[in-house]
């Protein structure tokens, strides 16, 4: 069975400063792994994924992550955290077999401090 | 280009009763999935209808159960309402049931 952990379920950042939330992974076979982001009373929208191509991905407002297979980590970074990436940030993970159907890690809430 | 739409947005209902939650697919999508969330956590995948079809179930009893219309838009029906099932149902639609899902906004459901 696959599995995610999201450390720190809250995460405070200044405006500005560098965003790093972590998210490590649990699977028997070579993982899809996929960034989502929660706005208050919306649904998800996804920032970015990985599917055995490039590990370095680039996803949508100046996010990135990296697929680090010895780590079984896909940490999320963006350089300098603006007021408007006040949210939060699900990690998931799918395979080959499963699909498109996600098994999401317990998400981490970020707050922007200006 | 409609994106993916569910309703109705809040619903409070009573334990023991049923409820059924409507979700529209985006335009040319034809798989549909289905997740809870409950508060302060990330979401559970519940089940998967791909053209019509149940194409996987997550770990949920028997009372919470599916549809998929021709036109693929989707029903989420969960009876005997326990006061665990309090929770946000969100509904993703996608081109293939490899292809990347897209999410409605969600339906909040109250169970008293």
């Known amino acids: 069975a696959q599995s995610v952990t999201q450390l720190g379920s809250h995460v405070s950042v200044s405006e500005g400063a560098l965003v790093l939330l972590r998210c490590n992974y649990s699977?028997?076979?070579?993982?899809?792994l996929f960034w989502y982001v929660q706005y208050p009373n919306q649904g998800l929208q996804l920032l970015l994924k990985?599917?055995?191509?490039?590990?370095l991905v680039k996803g949508i407002n100046g996010f990135e992550a990296e697929f680090k297979k010895s780590e079984t980590s896909f940490h999320l970074t963006k350089p300098s955290a603006h007021m408007s990436d006040a949210a939060e940030y699900f990690c998931?993970?799918?395979?080959?077999?499963?699909?498109?159907?996600?098994?999401f890690g317990g998400g981490t809430r970020v707050l922007v401090k200006p | 280009e409609t994106g993916v739409t569910q309703s109705p947005t809040h619903l409070i209902k009573t334990r023991g009763q049923q409820v059924t939650l409507r979700c529209s697919s985006q335009?040319?999508?034809?798989?549909v999935s289905w997740y809870q969330q409950a508060l302060g956590q990330g979401p559970q995948f519940i089940f998967q209808?791909?053209?019509?079809?149940?194409?996987g179930r997550g770990n949920f009893p028997p009372r919470f159960s599916g549809l998929q219309f021709p036109n693929y838009s989707s029903e989420l029906n969960v009876n005997a309402l326990e006061l665990d099932d309090s929770a946000l149902y969100l509904c993703?639609?996608?081109?293939?049931?490899?292809?990347?899902?897209?999410f409605g906004p969600g339906t909040r459901l109250l169970v008293l």
């Open positions: 993703a639609s996608s081109s293939g049931t490899k292809e990347t899902q897209y």
């Open positions: 990985y599917t055995s191509a490039a590990t």
């Open positions: 699977s028997s076979v070579p993982p899809y």
């Open positions: 998931a993970v799918t395979d080959k077999a499963a699909g498109n159907k996600l098994t």
């Open positions: 209808y791909y053209r019509e079809e149940e194409n």
């Open positions: 335009s040319g999508h034809n798989t």
